[in-house]
C-alpha cells in the first residue's frame, strides 16, 4: 500500500514523507575487496512523520532503524526511494536533491540526537560551545547581529532541558551521562527544529534515568504543543514498550522492513504481526495468544534452519518467515503487502494474530 493511501484520514499533514527507501552497504571493505556482495539495510521503507507527532521506528538491532534515521538527514546518501520535507510555509522540497544553502536549512530543520552522548560531544568544547556551534556555522559571517544574542538562547535552552547557565563554560566530560544526553538533547533544540530525531536516547543511560530523559521529553513536546510551536519527533528504540509510552505512532521494523505500523496504543493492545508479539514478550509483556496446533510452523527445508537469513539477500518472501511459529508455505514463497488492517492499522503478513 502506498504511503498516500497510507496516509488519507489524518488530522495533520506530515512534515516528513519517505516513499520506498532503499539502501545497501558493501559487505567488505578495503582496496582488495570483492564488489558485488551487499548488506540490505533498508528495503522499501515507506512512512510518515505528522506536524507534532512523535513517531517511533522500533525492532531489534540490525534491523535498519537507524540507517533509515541517518539517511533522513542524509549521512547516508539513499540507493533509491523519495525523502519530501514540508517546510512551515506550505512548500515541499526533495531532500535527496537539496545542495548548498538549501541543505544548510534543511539541516537547520531536521536535528539528529545520537545514542551515546560522550561520543557525540567534543570534549575539547565548552558547553557553550557545543550548543552554538552549529547555529554559528548555519548563520554564516552576515548574520553577526543574531549571533550575540546566542549566550541568551543557550542559557534558556539548557535550563529548560534541566541544567544550569552555570554550566556553559564547564566542559562535557564533568558531566554524568544523563547529563550529556540532556545537553545534546539542547543542542539540538537550540535552532527551534520542525523534527527531532531521537537515536536510542536512552538506551546508553542508566534504567532510573532513562525515565527521566523519557520524561523530559514528553515536558518539551507538551511545552511546544502547548504554545503552538510545531514540533515532530523520529523516536528510534528497540524496547516496544518504552515506544508505546513515548509516540503516538509506531513502525515494527525488521530486515529493513515496516512489518507493522499503527497508533500505539493499538500496537500496544492489538498488535497482529507475530514479530510484534516477540518484541513485546521479549521486553516482559506477556504474549497476547500462542501458538496453536493448527497455526504451527511449516516444515523446514532440508539444510534448512529456524535462524533467519542473512541480510546479504533479500527474502524472497516473508521477511520473518524463518522465525515465525505460525510461518505457512506461502509465507517462505510470496512477499506480503503492507496492507490495512484497521484504522491507520496496517500489517504485513499473510494470516495476522488476532487476539
Request: glycine share 8%.
Amino acid at each position: 500500500m502506498s504511503i498516500a493511501n497510507r496516509e488519507q484520514g489524518r488530522d495533520n499533514a506530515p512534515v516528513i514523507t519517505v516513499s520506498n527507501l532503499r539502501k545497501r552497504f558493501n559487505l567488505e571493505a578495503g582496496f582488495f575487496a570483492r564488489m558485488g556482495r551487499y548488506v540490505h539495510a533498508v528495503n522499501g521503507v515507506s512512512l510518515a512523520i505528522g506536524r507534532s507527532e512523535t513517531y517511533g521506528l522500533v525492532g531489534e538491532s540490525g534491523c535498519g532503524k537507524t540507517t533509515t534515521a541517518r539517511l533522513l538527514v542524509r549521512m547516508y546518501e539513499a540507493d533509491e526511494g523519495e525523502i519530501l520535507f514540508s517546510g512551515r510555509d506550505g512548500s515541499v522540497e526533495d531532500v535527496r536533491a537539496l545542495k548548498g544553502r538549501e541543505f544548510k536549512q534543511y539541516r537547520q530543520r531536521v536535528k539528529y540526537i545520537f545514542q551515546d552522548p560522550a561520543r557525540s560531544l567534543n570534549p575539547r568544547m565548552t558547553v557553550y560551545e557545543v550548543l552554538t556551534s552549529g547555529a554559528k556555522w548555519s548563520m554564516g559571517e552576515r548574520r553577526a547581529a543574531e549571533k550575540a544574542g546566542l549566550k541568551d538562547a543557550a542559557a534558556a535552552i539548557l535550563e529548560e532541558v534541566g541544567l544550569s547557565a552555570a554550566d556553559l563554560e564547564r566542559r562535557p566530560a564533568e558531566f554524568s551521562g544523563g547529563q550529556r544526553q540532556r545537553i545534546s538533547i539542547a543542542r539540538g533544540l537550540i535552532m527551534k527544529p520542525d523534527v527531532l530525531i531521537c537515536d536510542e536516547v536512552v538506551s546508553a543511560l542508566d534504567v532510573s534515568i532513562q525515565g527521566q530523559i523519557l520524561n523530559l521529553l514528553l515536558d518539551l513536546r507538551n511545552s511546544r504543543e502547548s504554545s503552538r510551536q510545531e514540533l515532530s519527533f523520529l523516536f528510534i528504540a528497540h524496547d516496544l514498550k518504552v515506544a508505546c509510552y513515548f509516540c503516538d505512532r509506531i513502525g515494527v521494523m525488521y530486515r529493513g522492513e515496516i512489518m507493522e505500523e499503527a497508533p500505539a496504543a493499538e500496537i500496544w493492545s492489538h498488535g497482529l504481526h507475530p514479530y510484534t508479539e516477540l518484541l513485546f514478550s521479549s521486553a516482559g509483556k506477556p504474549p497476547q495468544a500462542e501458538p496453536s496446533a493448527a497455526a504451527s510452523p511449516a516444515p523446514a527445508k532440508a539444510g534448512k534452519t529456524s535462524e533467519a537469513k542473512s541480510v546479504t539477500a533479500e527474502a524472497d518472501g516473508c521477511a520473518f518467515a524463518l522465525r515465525c511459529p505460525y510461518a505457512e508455505g506461502r509465507c517462505f514463497a510470496e512477499k506480503p503487502e503492507l496492507a490495512a488492517a484497521g484504522e491507520r492499522h496496517f500489517v504485513r503478513c499473510w494470516s495476522p494474530r488476532r487476539a
